[in-house]
């Protein structure tokens, strides 16, 4: 239950005003991936899918492209890279590696989805560097963001997991 509650604050994090790709999303799928049950991990993919169409209607007034596939697949490279270096076993060196690692390949896979899906860059080896040279402030942001959010997540999620095994024994 309590990493519901982290899926559903993190997307409603998304509607909150913030830096361009200052967001929780990657903390999220991490702490998801690390900890939710198997059968559970449909649920932060379809709250990411669905706040994307509910941003894209009546937030940012735009209609998605194949762009958002790109992104949608993107997340779930996270949730995979996440289930297979940190489940069962989180430790510091290990978390920020796999962080490190999920906002390069967001970046990588979510830039390219924009190169490919649109018309904002030429369709060349020089369109494509472009595309992702025009998203490197964005990346910085989100790289920040994703090492902020990871290190309150997991440290907030242990705090409070601590406080329950503490309660629990003292009862």
Known sequence: MLIILFVLGAVGM???????????????????GCYMKARQLWLPIAALV?????????VYHAPGGLDQFFTWA?????????????????????????????STLFFLISNFGVWIGSQLYPHTW???ATCYLMGVPFFRNAALGDMLYVGAFFSLY?????RQWARASAV
């Open 14 to 32: 998304r509607f909150l005003p913030h830096a361009w790709n200052f967001t929780p999303v990657i903390a999220m799928l991490l702490l998801a």
């Open 50 to 58: 669905a706040s994307d169409f509910v941003l894209n209607l009546f």
């Open 74 to 102: 993107a997340y779930l490279v996270v949730l995979a890279l996440a289930l297979v270096a940190l489940k069962g076993k989180v430790r510091v060196p290990a978390l920020l590696g796999t962080t490190v690692a999920s």
């Open 126 to 128: 020089s369109g494509l």
């Open 158 to 162: 242990a705090w409070l997991q601590h």
